[in-house]
C-alpha cells in the first residue's frame, strides 16, 4: 500500500491562528480525503480533496474554515483556520487508489488549541 | 445520525483466547464493510474487508461475518495476542461511494 506521511505530527497553537497540515504520498493516487478525530470519538469525514479543483465538503464543514488543496495526485494540504479550543483534535489525511481497494491512513496531525 | 455502530467501547481479553467486536448499522445502502486497527499516535491501519455479497472473509487470525438482515457485523481474533491489544474501527461505504462511515470504536486489551 502507497506510504503516506503527515506533517506536522503534532502542533500546539494559540486561539485565532491558523495551521497548515500536509499530506504526502509516495505514489500517484485517485482519491485524498481529511478526517478529524475529536476526543474520545469516531473519525469524521471533513471533505474529499478534489485534484485540480474545489474540495467536495460534508455537512459541517465549510471551506473558509478548512480550505484545502490539491495540486496534484500525490499531495493535498488542509488548513485549519481561525482555531478555538473546539478545534483540538487529530487530523487525518486517507487516500484510495480505486473503489475496490481500502483507504489507507497517514498517523494524523495532533492538534491542540490553547 | 450515527449510522455505523459500536456499542462496546472497550473488551478485555485473555491471551489465546478469542476476541470477538460487534458492529451494527442502520443504511441499507451500505455494500462494503471494513475493520481498521488503530495503536496510539499513529493513524488506523486496514485489517479485513467484506463485501455485502459475502457472509464471511477470513485472513489469518481474524474473520469476518456479516449478517445482513440483522445489519450487524462482527470480528473474530482467534487467537489473540498481546499486539492485538489497539482500537478497532468498523467503517462501511455505500455503492459508488468512496465515503466511509465509521464506528465510535472498541479498546481491545489483551492480558497476558
Given at each position: 500500500s502507497a506510504v503516506i506521511s503527515q506533517k506536522p505530527s503534532r502542533d500546539i497553537c494559540q486561539r485565532g491562528t491558523s495551521l497548515t497540515i500536509q499530506c504526502q504520498v509516495d505514489s500517484q493516487v485517485t482519491m485524498m480525503f481529511w478526517y478529524r478525530q475529536q476526543p474520545g470519538q469516531s473519525l469524521t469525514l471533513i471533505a474529499t480533496a478534489n485534484q485540480g479543483s474545489e474540495a467536495t465538503y460534508e455537512s459541517g464543514f465549510v471551506i473558509d474554515k478548512f480550505p484545502i488543496s490539491r495540486p496534484n495526485l500525490t499531495f493535498s494540504t488542509l488548513t485549519v483556520s481561525n482555531?478555538?479550543?473546539?478545534?483540538s483534535s487529530i487530523y487525518l489525511c486517507s487516500v484510495a487508489g480505486d473503489r475496490a481497494q481500502p483507504q489507507h491512513f497517514g498517523d494524523g496531525t495532533r492538534l491542540s488549541i490553547l | 445520525d450515527q449510522q455505523v455502530k459500536q456499542n462496546s467501547p472497550s473488551l478485555s481479553v485473555q491471551e489465546g483466547r478469542i476476541s470477538i467486536l460487534n458492529c451494527d448499522y442502520t443504511?441499507?445502502?451500505?455494500d462494503y464493510f471494513l475493520w481498521y486497527k488503530k495503536y496510539p499516535a499513529e493513524g488506523p491501519t486496514f485489517l479485513i474487508s467484506i463485501s455485502s455479497i459475502k457472509d464471511k472473509n477470513e485472513d489469518g487470525r481474524f474473520t469476518v461475518f456479516l449478517n445482513k438482515s440483522a445489519k450487524h457485523l462482527s470480528l473474530h481474533i482467534?487467537?489473540?495476542?498481546?499486539?492485538?491489544?489497539a482500537v478497532y474501527f468498523c467503517a462501511a461505504r455505500t455503492l459508488g461511494d468512496y465515503k466511509l462511515s465509521f464506528g465510535a470504536g472498541t479498546t481491545v486489551t489483551v492480558r497476558a
Open positions: 482555531m478555538s479550543p473546539e478545534d | 443504511n441499507s445502502m451500505f482467534v487467537p489473540s495476542q498481546p499486539g492485538d491489544s
